[in-house]
């Protein structure tokens, strides 16, 4: 699946997020991480193998786009 939802713990309350961009396609066992207003997803296997890629979704906008990063590691 490549579903995002929004909890709301509070209200205990559960909605499907509508997002535009370039989402990721469908991944497991994927790094992902939330700084300020943005959530950061490296990596991640599925059926063909191991992936390699970066993503983001800035959530003020709901836009995913994938993150090119260059230089050494």
Same mark, same amino acid.
């Given at each position: 699946?490549?579903? %995002?939802?929004? /909890? +709301?713990?509070?209200? =205990?309350?559960? =909605?499907?997020?509508?997002? *535009?961009?370039?989402?990721? *396609?469908? @991944?497991?066992?994927?790094?992902? /991480? %939330? /700084?300020?207003? @943005? /959530? !950061?997803?490296?990596?991640? !296997?599925?059926?063909?193998?191991? #992936?390699? +890629? !970066? !993503? *983001? &979704?800035? #959530?003020? *906008?709901? &836009?995913? +786009?994938? #993150?090119?990063?260059?230089?050494?590691?």
């Amino acid at each position: 699946m490549n579903d %995002l939802f929004y /909890i +709301d713990t509070i209200n =205990e309350k559960i =909605e499907k997020v509508t997002f *535009t961009g370039n989402p990721p *396609t469908p @991944r497991e066992e994927f790094a992902m /991480i %939330l /700084i300020s207003k @943005r /959530i !950061f997803i490296f990596g991640g !296997f599925q059926e063909g193998g191991v #992936l390699n +890629d !970066f !993503f *983001t &979704i800035d #959530l003020i *906008t709901n &836009i995913w +786009d994938i #993150l090119k990063p260059e230089g050494n590691i």
